[in-house]
Structure formats: C-alpha cells, structure tokens
C-alpha cells in the first residue's frame, strides 16, 4: 500500500512537471523590416490566455519633421475579429485577454514607402486556474502560485526587452545626430570659406586697374 | 488499475515532450511569419556576447493537397557578415552557436523553387540565453524534479534579469557618454563658425584693399 502510493506520489510529480515545463512559453524579441505589411501569427493554447507584448519602430528614417507618423498595429483573433488596435505609434506596450484559442495574427502597417524595422515581443501566458485544479488531483495550489510567479517575472522581462528597443531607438537617433552635427559643421565651412574666396575674387576684379580703364 | 494508467500517461507525455522535432504538442513558442514567393524574409536580433541562441524552424503545411510541401532555404549571418548557418531547399531545420561578438544577428528565409506562387508560412522557434537552456538535463543531472525545478527555473530567470539590468545600465551610460559628447560638439562648432565667420571678414576687408 505505502509502495504505491509512493509510485503515485513520484508519477504526479513527473506529470505535473511535464505539465508545467510545457507552459514555458516565451520567444525573444525579434526584429524585422516593415515595408507595407508584415505579420506575424501566434498561437494561443487556451482560451482566456494573456497575450502581452510590446514593439518599437527603432529605425525610423525621417529627414525633415519630427512628427513621424508611425506605424499602425492590429491584432486580429482566429474568428477575424479585431482584438487590438494601436494607430500611428512609435512603439507601444500592449495586453490583452485571448477570447478563444487559435492562431492570432499580430500586424504592423507602414502608411509611408521607407521601410522601417521593427522590434517586436510577444509572450502567451497562461495560469492554471480554479477549475483545472478541480478536474486535475495532481495540480496543487502552489504550482498556480508557482505558475503566477513565473508570469511575473516574465512581465519584467518583457519590460527590459521593452527597454532595450526604446533604447536602441534612442541611440539610432543619438547616431543620427551626431552624423548630422559633423556633416553640417564640415559643410558649413566649406560653404563659407568658398563663398568668402569668391566675394574676395569678384570684388578685387571689381576694382582692378583694366576694369577702371574701361570704365573711364 | 490508475497507476498504470497514471504512468502511461506520464510516459506518453514525456515521450512527446522529448520529440523536439515535431511539435505534437502545440506549445505556444515559436513565431509564425509568411515567407513571401520571391525575396527574402529577414528577421534579426541584437545580441550581446557570448550568449547561446538556440532556434529551430519548419514549413507549416497549411493546405491539405498533394502537392508536396514548398521548400526554403536559409542563413544566419554574424554581425561581421560571418555566415553561421546556410541550409538550401528544407522543410526543417535547427541551429545553435553561441555568440563571440556582440551586434545584429540575422536569419533570412526564402523559398528557392518558384513551383509556389503563393506564400509559405514557416515556424520560427527562437530562443537566446536564459530560454535556451535545457533544463530536463539539469533536471536528470540534479536529480531534481516538480517543484524544485520550477523554482530553480525561476531563480535561473531572476539572475537572467540581474544580468540584462546590469547590461542596460551600461548601455545607457555608454549613450550618455556619446549625447553629452554632441552636445559639447555643438557648442564648439557654433562659438567656432562665428569666429570663422568674423575672421573671413576680416580677411575680406584685408584682401579687397
């Protein structure tokens, strides 16, 4: 009697480590060039899922204003629904309750012809809850809390992937800057140095000797 | 009788948690993105040093036809342009390499045959650092299970997020460095365009005498 329960008691544990090793879900963040359209799917286990996530237009080639447009990103579901809609942004955290399982398509649309590269995060979490304890004797209330734990930990981890596209976004403008000071810096004394060259040339013809003869 | 039954099912579970090359069980991990007919999809990631990435991919076969499944190549490629990995006319494909330098690393994806005029979807399961380790062999090697290991997981994962927030302090004092090097820059170039401004004057009033 006690020798099987012993057997259950290490089967439980091995199942509800499969179980939960299955639930680490967690991609990294991934950029990619937006010409037009780009989409990206993920799938969602289970209904009532939290997809969270985050994206940062980093390289945003703009000359002139600095009121970019941005991009626009839309979330639909399986069912071609709607789930999440975010206009003309630069970069944007978001999360959302899945309504069902299955494939959902996440969408960045460039209004503007210059491609622009995006970073993207997006993770699916999912907490056992209430009424999976109750179908499945071998799931404790500490692995919910265990399970809840490593959600939140994943949140600050996709917050500091949140920060590292902000700041790579900043060090490209940092760059840009930087290229744009020297450039115009460089040109401005050229410019100046040959319209001064110039100047001089053209009055010292204004006032020389053959000219005066002429004139006279 | 339920230990039996119980065990099989642990069996059957663990069998198909070890076949990483098909996923049976639909696990939310990898990426799905659309390779177009012709050019090239590219994703890319900034990656510090010395930091493992692990990724696998595959062609998702979405259409239930007899046409066979659309083959695609692809390469990852260092930030110096070092080729890391390059596989042509696959439906599957894996690779791991640790990264000895830190900048943009890039996998691109296209489909070779031009049998395939619409676009193929393709599985991208990419992991760096922390989510790349194998923690069933940790787990065999320790000797540790269920709990124990889900809390071990979640200590690797805190030290991971240490490390990143050391990484992005450096980082952002780095960009400070170079903004306040700008800045000062402008201050010099505007104090030296005037005086070059007044000493071209000068030289104009000079030379036109």
């Known amino acids: 009697m006690e020798k099987t329960l012993r057997r259950r008691h290490a089967a439980a544990i091995y199942m509800v480590t499969a179980l939960l090793l299955s639930l680490i879900s967690r991609i990294s963040s991934l950029s990619v060039t937006v010409n037009d359209v780009e989409c990206v799917y993920e799938y969602v286990l289970y209904e009532g899922d939290t997809v969270s996530g985050n994206f940062v237009v980093v390289d945003h080639d703009i000359f002139w204003g600095s009121d970019h447009p941005g991009i626009d990103f839309i979330v639909t579901s399986p069912a071609d629904n709607t789930v999440h809609t975010v206009k003309g942004t630069s970069g944007d955290k978001f999360e959302f309750k899945a309504p069902r399982s299955g494939m959902f398509k996440f969408c960045f649309h460039n209004p503007y012809s210059t491609p622009e590269t995006v970073s993207f995060y997006i993770h699916v979490g999912h907490i056992p809850n209430e009424h999976n304890l109750a179908k499945d004797e071998h799931l404790d209330p500490i692995n919910v809390k265990i399970a809840e734990l490593g959600e939140a930990l994943e949140s600050v981890t996709a917050e500091q992937k949140y920060l590292k596209a902000r700041d790579a976004r900043h060090r490209h403008t940092n760059e840009s800057t930087r290229k744009r000071v020297i450039g115009y810096t460089l040109g401005e004394y050229l410019v100046l140095a040959m319209v001064s060259a110039l100047q001089v040339v053209y009055i010292r013809r204004l006032f020389s000797k053959s000219v005066a003869y002429n004139r006279v | ?209």
């Not at chain 2, 780095?174 to 005037?194: F, H, P």
């Open chain 2, 1 to 209: 009788m339920p230990t039996v039954a119980a065990l099989s099912l642990i069996v059957l579970l663990l069998c198909l948690m070890n076949n990483n090359d098909h996923n049976m069980i639909p696990v939310a991990e990898a990426v799905w993105l659309t390779i177009p007919s012709t050019g090239t999809k590219c994703v890319s990631e900034e990656i510090q040093n010395n930091v493992v990435v692990l990724a696998d991919y595959h062609v998702v076969d979405e259409t239930v036809t007899e046409k066979p499944s659309p083959l695609i190549s692809a390469r990852v490629t260092s930030p110096y342009g070092n080729n890391l990995h390059h596989n042509e006319n696959v439906t599957h494909g894996q690779f791991a390499f640790t990264t000895s330098e830190g900048g943009n690393y890039m996998v691109c994806f296209w489909v070779d045959s031009s049998h395939h005029d619409a676009s193929t979807t393709l599985s991208l399961d990419w992991r760096i650092g922390i989510a790349a380790k194998d923690w069933e062999t940790v787990a065999k090697k320790d000797k540790i299970e269920g709990i124990e290991l889900d809390l071990r997981r979640l200590e690797g994962l805190v030290q991971a997020i240490h490390m990143k927030l050391i990484y992005l302090k450096k980082r952002e004092a780095d960009m400070r460095e170079v903004s306040e090097a700008t800045n000062s820059r402008v201050a010099w170039s505007s104090i030296m365009s005037l005086g070059v401004c007044i000493g071209v004057s000068v030289l104009q009033l000079w030379g036109g005498r």
